[in-house]
């Protein structure tokens, strides 16, 4: 059974960081690209990165670009998302998904407020 | 970018009803779409990808259709556990996008 939980979201002050991580299991992790989504309150879905099996190439939302990187550890089955400069428009439920969308974690709460 | 506009926003329907959901592509992404349900509380679950083909442990009543840019979910005769809000991606080329949702309530 496939499994994606997430840990490492929390209330950070603008400007701040935060490093989120999905530990997968269930599945060959170096075999798929994994995705960062995220949902803010009350709003809908919004795609926020994606890293290919081998970790050697990532693609961003604009808004995230420059910020966000996104990296995983094939040997440790785990996807990771570092997060710097937070704004609070950044305040959302991240969730990791595994390739293109087939499952997803229960997701991570982060806030961004002073 | 690759608009995704999905419609309706929201409808009510009732039990046993025939739901249709509509999400229209800026551009061709041939069949590279998923349709996602979202109850409150809960992370989506995929229903449908490649447009048409249904997702392994997803109901039969759930169906997907279209190529290009016109696709479409239907709910054949929807049941209490549907009402939720769907959603339609695209992963035909980055950034990846997102349908705005169309909320299924109780009639």
């Known amino acids: 059974e496939v499994q994606l939980v997430e840990s490492g979201g929390g209330l950070v002050q603008p400007g701040g960081s935060l490093r989120l991580s999905c530990a997968a299991s269930?599945?060959?992790?170096?075999?798929?690209?994994m995705a960062w989504v995220r949902q803010a309150p009350g709003h809908g879905l919004e795609w926020v990165a994606n890293?290919?099996?081998?970790?050697?190439?990532?693609f961003y939302v604009d808004s995230v670009t420059g910020r966000f990187t996104i990296s995983r550890d094939n040997a440790k089955n785990s996807l990771y998302l570092q997060m710097n400069s937070l704004r609070a428009e950044d305040t959302a439920i991240y969730y990791c998904?595994?390739?293109?969308?087939?499952?997803w974690g229960q997701g991570t709460l982060v806030t961004v407020s002073s | 970018d690759i608009q995704m506009t999905q419609s309706p926003s929201s409808l009510s329907a009732s039990v046993g009803d025939r739901v249709t959901i509509t999400c229209r592509a800026s551009?061709?992404?041939?069949?590279?779409l998923g349709w996602y349900q979202q109850k409150p509380g809960k992370a989506p679950k995929r229903l449908i990808y490649t447009a048409s083909s249904l997702q392994s442990g997803v109901p039969s009543r759930f169906s997907g259709s279209g190529s290009g840019t016109e696709f479409t979910l239907t709910i054949s005769s929807l049941q209490p556990e549907d009402f939720a809000t769907y959603y339609c991606?695209?992963?035909?080329?980055?950034?990846?996008?997102f349908g705005q949702g169309t909320k299924v309530e109780i009639k």
């Open positions: 890293i290919k099996d081998d970790g050697n190439k990532a």
């Open positions: 991606l695209q992963y035909n080329s980055y950034p990846w996008t």
């Open positions: 551009q061709g992404i041939r069949n590279d």
């Open positions: 998904a595994r390739g293109w969308g087939s499952e």
């Open positions: 269930g599945f060959t992790f170096s075999s798929v690209s």
